[in-house]
T-cell receptor
Framework: KQEVTQIPAALSVPEGENLVLNCSFTDSAIYNLQWFRQDPGKGLTSLLLIQSSQREQTSGRLNASLDKSSGRSTLYIAASQPGDSATYLCAVKKQGGSEKLVFGKGTKLTVNP | EADIYQTPRYLVIGTGKKITLECSQTMGHDKMYWYQQDPGMELHLIHYSYGVNSTEKGDLSSESTVSRIRTEHFPLTLESARPSHTSQYLC???????????FGSGTRLTVV
């Protein structure tokens, strides 16, 4: 059974700091890994999608890496801003069948001005 | 613009009422999903569909039902709403295999 773990559960940093969010998964049989952002009471916004054959993806101040063999991904946020405050979710898309996403419990990020 | 739409955004309804949460996508994705999320908690898959006339139950048992008569439309129905159904319901779609998921904005349901 695929399990996804995110560390830390919560993180508070001052504005301008660079930070790393961690995600690990137990089964390497995945199509891809996706990082999402969720604001309180809202839906999920996709940030980055990394295919299983890729090592990293970048979008603006965000960089996500994937090491499928070790079951790990990191999301790097450069020069954090108060507007980055949200819950960040990591999810892997299982191979076969439903191709469902298996989510971690998320990291709640607070960036203080 | 290709997207996924959920209506209503918020719904407050009395116990025993029948409700349908709407979800439509314009991306032509075969696979669609419904997730349930209680405040501050993780997402749980309650229904999914491979395509037209295909529906399956997810990991979390739910009293809701779904239908998939058209590719773009995946409504969720509760025949008799109860306070325990109070939650946020998120709809998503995905292209096959290597495609990412796209989520709607969600419906926040409150049953009083």
């Amino acid at each position: 059974k695929q399990e996804v773990t995110q560390i830390p559960a919560a993180l508070s940093v001052p504005e301008g700091e660079n930070l790393v969010l961690n995600c690990s998964f137990t089964d390497s049989a995945i199509y891809n890994l996706q990082w999402f952002r969720q604001d309180p009471g809202k839906g999920l916004t996709s940030l980055l999608l990394i295919q299983s054959s890729q090592r990293e993806q970048t979008s603006g101040r965000l960089n996500a890496s994937l090491d499928k063999s070790s079951g790990r991904s990191t999301l790097y946020i450069a020069a954090s801003q108060p507007g980055d405050s949200a819950t960040y979710l990591c999810a892997v898309k299982k191979q076969g069948g439903s191709e469902k996403l298996v989510f971690g419990k998320g990291t709640k990020l607070t960036v203080n001005p | 613009e290709a997207d996924i739409y959920q209506t209503p955004r918020y719904l407050v309804i009395g116990t025993g009422k029948k409700i349908t949460l709407e979800c439509s996508q314009t991306m032509g994705h075969d696979k669609m999903y419904w997730y349930q999320q209680d405040p501050g908690m993780e997402l749980h898959l309650i229904h999914y569909s491979y395509g037209v006339n295909s529906t399956e139950k997810g990991d979390l048992s739910s009293e809701s039902t779904v239908s998939r008569i058209r590719t773009e439309h995946f409504p969720l129905t509760l025949e008799s709403a109860r306070p325990s159904h109070t939650s946020q319901y998120l709809c998503a779609s995905s292209a096959r295999r290597v495609g990412g998921y796209t989520f709607g904005s969600g419906t926040r349901l409150t049953v009083v």
